[in-house]
C-alpha cells in the first residue's frame, strides 16, 4: 500500500511564555503518557495515532467519531485558545476536509485575538486553504462567520452587503460572488505550477475588490464604474497584509494586479463594435498573462447563479494563442546592439528609437529584423532632417 506525508509529533509538554505561536516553553518528555501528549493537539481527529505494535488505534479524544461524524473540534478547550493560528487551521481543515466546526469550538475561535499572528503565517495557512481545498469558499464563509474576515481583511470585509444589479448578478452581493468565482477558478488551476496556482487564486479573490468605492445607483440600477481601476489599491494593501511578492522568481504580485485591472477586459473586447485590433492583444501581455486573465474572467462570469454566455472569454485566449502572446509579448526583434554600429551612442536618443520601433512592432508593421532595421533608419534620418 501507498504510505503518504507522516506527521512525526514528539511526546512533550509545553506552557505559555509570551504572546504569539511562538510564545511557548516546549519541553521534551519520552515518558510522557499518551494521553498527555496527545492533549496538545489541536484537534481530536489530529489526537488520533497508530500503534504498529498492538495493531491497533490510540484515540483518547474520540477523533475517529467526530470524523465519521465530519466535526473539528478541539481537544482542550482551555488551552486552545494560547495559539491564535489555531484559528486558521480550523478554517482550511473544515474547507479542505468537509468538516463542520462544531458550537463550542465556534465561540472559542471567535474570542481568540488575532493580531499577534505574523504575515507569512497568516498566508501559510490561507494557501492552504487555496490551493488544497477543493471548495475553498467553505473556509471563507466560516472565516467571515467567526469574524476572522473582520479582523484580518478589511478589504474582503467591505464586499459584504455590497450590492449588485440582480440582472447580471442574481446570486446576491459582490461577497456572494467572490465566494462562487473562487471555486471556480480554483478548479481551473491544476495544471498550473505553484506561483500561477497562487496568482489566478488571489486574482479571483481580489478582483472585485474596487466596487465597495465605486458601487452607486444610477437611473434605477446599480453600477460600479472603474472598479477595476478602483481594485488595485485594496488589492496591494491586501497583498501587503500578507507579504505577497515574488514567488519562486516569479512575479505574483505584479499579476495578481495586472489580473484585477484587466479582468473585465476579455468580455468588454468582444462585446466592442470596433474591431479589436492585434496591437492591442500585444500590449495587453506586456501588463498581464493573458492565459491566466482568461482563466479569471472565465471563473467571474461563470460565478454566478443563472445561465450566462461566457463564449467571450473562448474567443479572448483564442486570439492570443493565435498571436503567441498568451503569456508574454513579442521579444523585441531590434536591440541596442543592433543600433551601435550605426554610430549611436547609449542614451536616451537611442532608447526612444527601440521604443518607437518596438511600438511599430506591436502594430505589425515591424515583423522581420530587417523590417526593424528599415524602420530605425527611418527615425534617425528623420531627426537628422
Known amino acids: 500500500y501507498k504510505v503518504g506525508p507522516v506527521d512525526v509529533a514528539l511526546p512533550r509538554t509545553e506552557s505559555k511564555s509570551g504572546r504569539g505561536h511562538r510564545g511557548f516553553?516546549?519541553?521534551g518528555n519520552p515518558y510522557l503518557p499518551f494521553v498527555e501528549a496527545a492533549r496538545r493537539r489541536d484537534f481530536t481527529i489530529n489526537a488520533i495515532s497508530w500503534d504498529p505494535l498492538r495493531n491497533e488505534y490510540l484515540d483518547p479524544y474520540h477523533g475517529r467519531s467526530d470524523l465519521e461524524r465530519r466535526i473539528l473540534k478541539v481537544v482542550d478547550p482551555t488551552?486552545?485558545?494560547?495559539d491564535s493560528l489555531r484559528v486558521l487551521r480550523a478554517l482550511q481543515f473544515c474547507a479542505r476536509l468537509d468538516l463542520s466546526l462544531d458550537g463550542p469550538t465556534k465561540q472559542i475561535c471567535r474570542e481568540i485575538v488575532l493580531d499577534d499572528l505574523p504575515a507569512e503565517r497568516v498566508w501559510g495557512e490561507l494557501e492552504k486553504l487555496l490551493l488544497q481545498a477543493t471548495r475553498p469558499s467553505l473556509g471563507f464563509k466560516l472565516a467571515q462567520e467567526l469574524g476572522v474576515v473582520e479582523r484580518l481583511f478589511p478589504e474582503l470585509q467591505a464586499l459584504v452587503g455590497c450590492e449588485q444589479e440582480p440582472e447580471w448578478?442574481?446570486?446576491?452581493d459582490v461577497w456572494v460572488h467572490t465566494l462562487l468565482v473562487m471555486d471556480e477558478a480554483r478548479s481551473r488551476i491544476s495544471d498550473l505550477n505553484r506561483p500561477r496556482q497562487i496568482a489566478v487564486m488571489l486574482g479571483a479573490v481580489c478582483h472585485d475588490l474596487g466596487k465597495p468605492a465605486t458601487t452607486e445607483f444610477i437611473d434605477g440600477r446599480i453600477r460600479s464604474r472603474n472598479h477595476e481601476e478602483a481594485g488595485i489599491a485594496p488589492?496591494?494593501?491586501f497583498l501587503d497584509r500578507l507579504q505577497i511578492h515574488t514567488l519562486d522568481g516569479y512575479d505574483v504580485r505584479g499579476q495578481i494586479i495586472g489580473l484585477v485591472a484587466q479582468h473585465l477586459k476579455p468580455g468588454m473586447w468582444h462585446r466592442s463594435t470596433a474591431p479589436v485590433r492585434d496591437g492591442a492583444f500585444r500590449r495587453l501581455a506586456k501588463k498581464v498573462d493573458l492565459e491566466l486573465l482568461a482563466r479569471v474572467a472565465k471563473s467571474d462570469c461563470l460565478g454566478r447563479t443563472g445561465v450566462f454566455d461566457c463564449s467571450a472569454i473562448d474567443w479572448f485566449?483564442?486570439?492570443?494563442r493565435a498571436l503567441g502572446v498568451e503569456h508574454a509579448p513579442p521579444t523585441p526583434l531590434l536591440l541596442g546592439r543592433h543600433l551601435l554600429p550605426l554610430g549611436l551612442s547609449p542614451g536616451p536618443h537611442l532608447g526612444k528609437i527601440l521604443k518607437s520601433v518596438?511600438?511599430?512592432q506591436l502594430d505589425g508593421e515591424v515583423t522581420t529584423l530587417d523590417?526593424?532595421?528599415a524602420a530605425?533608419?527611418?527615425l534617425i534620418a528623420n531627426r537628422e532632417t
Open 371 to 373: 523590417d526593424a532595421m
Open 317 to 320: 485566449l483564442e486570439r492570443a
Open 358 to 360: 518596438y511600438e511599430q
Open 79 to 82: 488551552t486552545f485558545g494560547e
Open 235 to 237: 488589492t496591494q494593501a
Open 25 to 27: 516553553t516546549v519541553t
Open 169 to 172: 448578478h442574481p446570486e446576491g
Open 376 to 378: 530605425a533608419h527611418q
